[in-house]
């Protein structure tokens, strides 16, 4: 029977060695790459891990301000989260396939379909934090932003029901970059927080 409380979302991932490499590197959590990152031998990967981790330390400690009381008290954290597409991908494109090349992806990505508990998961608008990275705004600009991140969050069971809620227009953009193969899907986010990570499943056949 069917797990109702779990909803699927897709992963970007470079695919690993064998099956369960895959799957490790899907569970690395965004604050745990930029901290490998700043040892890295690049000097622009380092300065971006930097800014990133700056940025992202920023966002915490506005979460439990704007986030909608009903998500408050939950520790929800960019760092200690992993994160996912709630659309679907094409199937040629979903492991152990991988994405063809010339579709603005890196070389030897896939994408790993995953079941998610959909009460905890977030969607939040990738739009504005793409803002909150960009460096010809101001502070203020940022945090506003910042507000409008986590402001717009819902649960991904609430997505399902309605994917409106979080922009119609994005979603129509969405199926646009998809069909003339322009850009990168970057457009809605899913935020899965650490303490869930040990309940996915993974759909890799």
Known sequence: MADESKFMVYRRVLVGENTMETIQKCLVTWGDKLQADLISRDES???????????EEMMVRFSEIFLPNRFKGKNYSRLNAVYAFPFEFPENWCYPNFIPPNRNFVN?????????????ALVLPMYEL????????THKEKQEKIKIYWESAVSLKEFARNPASLNDLRKKELDWYFRYNIGTPELIEVLIPESKLETISFIVN
């Open 108 to 120: 030897g990505e896939s994408i790993i379909r995953m079941l998610v508990d959909g009460s905890s």
């Open 130 to 137: 793409n803002g909150v990275y960009n460096n010809l705004i």
């Open 45 to 55: 990967t380092i300065n971006f891990a930097k800014k990133a981790l700056e940025i």
